[in-house]
């Protein structure tokens, strides 16, 4: 119930494209869904997070789609650019008891050509 | 700001040694995490603490592993005796509280164990 699944586990896009992450989660206790960009030799650094009052939030061109009643987050890079290309963790945390914690997804490795 | 700092950037050290990993979180943080990624485990959490206590240790992999947070701006990790497979990037985080908050990370440690 812990689990975070994320894919895909790497995705290559064109310069300008739309790239698409999925994850999706078991525990109906987790309140608080974000996502992690990661470059080599860095931490990951918070991208933009969301919490399941509402469906959607973006910030410039990340967006995080949210369907609570699948359980399920994405998000969507728009005008996908080289600077893009990471490594893309989700996650999802709670309050209290064992969701006082992040729970990570296993990453994407996203490649965008130029 | 200074964000998570994080020393030693990059260990190497013979199997069997002690290595202890620091970390000093930001300012006012009052929850902190200790992280260890790996290309097969990915990003797993170790333990972690609110307001200097260890709160969920359910993560340290053997007794060879102990982290400690005596004051509000330092935290260890310790591995006595480290071995080969305790290869991986170590990360420290701080948060303001509990998890469902963002989570500032480090520039990690790179640890390799010959």
């Known amino acids: 119930q812990q689990q975070v699944k994320q894919s895909p586990q790497s995705l290559i896009v064109q310069k300008g494209g739309i790239s698409i992450i999925n994850c999706a989660y078991e525990n109906t206790a987790f309140d608080y869904f974000p996502w992690y960009q990661q470059f080599p030799g860095k931490g990951p650094a918070l991208l933009i997070a969301?919490?399941?009052?509402?469906s959607e939030k973006k910030e410039g061109r990340f967006t995080i789609s949210f369907n609570k009643s699948a359980k399920q987050f994405s998000l969507h890079i728009m005008d996908s650019q080289p600077g893009d290309s990471a490594t893309y963790f989700c996650?999802?945390?709670?309050?209290?008891?064992?969701?006082?914690?992040?729970?990570f997804g296993t990453g994407t490795l996203l490649a965008v050509q130029p | 700001d200074a964000g998570v700092i994080q020393s030693p950037r990059h260990e190497v050290t013979e199997m069997g040694q002690e290595v202890t990993l620091r970390c000093k979180p930001i300012s006012g943080h009052n929850s902190l995490f200790w992280y260890r990624q790996t290309m097969m485990r990915g990003l797993e959490l170790l333990i972690y603490?609110?307001?200097?206590?260890?709160?969920?240790d359910s993560g340290m992999p053997e007794d060879r592993f102990s982290a400690k947070m005596p004051n509000a701006s330092f935290s260890t990790l310790k591995i006595q005796p480290s071995e080969p497979r305790d290869s991986a990037v170590y990360f420290c985080?701080?948060?303001?509280?509990?998890?469902?908050?963002?989570?500032?990370f480090g520039d990690g440690t790179r640890l390799s164990i010959l």
């Open positions: 996650a999802a945390g709670g309050y209290g008891g064992a969701t006082n914690k992040l729970i």
């Open positions: 985080a701080s948060s303001l509280r509990a998890a469902n908050q963002p989570q500032h």
């Open positions: 603490f609110n307001n200097n206590v260890p709160i969920d």
């Open positions: 969301i919490r399941p009052d509402v």
